[in-house]
């Protein structure tokens, strides 16, 4: 290692105090934003690729914290694995949010009658179900419906538009008992859906 780092002209000092810690830090974005990911294909009941994504960021940790141990003299190696693992939290976030993968149950609670909204659902093949209920200020509309995440944004800017001051709740779901394709995504493998909703 040594004679090929002098064959590169790279000092050990440029080694040990900058490749190396950016090295850890690279590796800790990785991991971690894998771990965010996995949990997240878990959540949805993805057992197939779970393990895998598993197995890659059991790897990326070990080497990393193998270079941790290599290096405990150097403050940096540290400073790089906390900052790896900060960065590596927001990635995981940003491309949970980016993939919008999963299925959520959406609750809307409105005094306001909601025909347009039940027109709106009922073009773009949602399944809902309406009920009369009574509030702290008397009757109001509860609407339960289940969608694909990434139409969730579209959903709440009709229900906004309709009554601005609309109480929503939202949950994930993990499973639902119809696979129908405005619940269920597309079973067109995961590669192909991973990179799809990665353009968008």
Known sequence: MQDL??????????FNYVLMP?????????????????????????????PILG??????????????FQNVNNPLSYIAYAGGFATGTYVGMTLDEKLALGRVLVRVITPHPLPELIEFMKEKNYRFTNVG???RYGKVNLLFTVMKRDQLQEYISKVKEIDE????????????????LNVVEDKTGFTSRFFSKART
């Open 133 to 135: 209920a009574e509030g």
């Open 55 to 68: 197995f890659f960021e059991a790897m990326i940790w070990l080497l990393a914290i193998g270079q941790i």
């Open 165 to 180: 001051k609309a109480f929503y709740t939202i949950e994930s779901v993990k499973r639902v008992s119809e696979e129908e």
């Open 22 to 50: 950016l090295l850890i830090f690279i590796a800790r974005i990785g991991d971690v934003s894998i771990n965010t990911l996995r949990i997240m294909f878990m959540m949805n009941g993805k057992k197939n690729i779970v």
């Open 5 to 14: 780092l002098n064959s590169l002209g790279i000092s050990d000092n440029l």
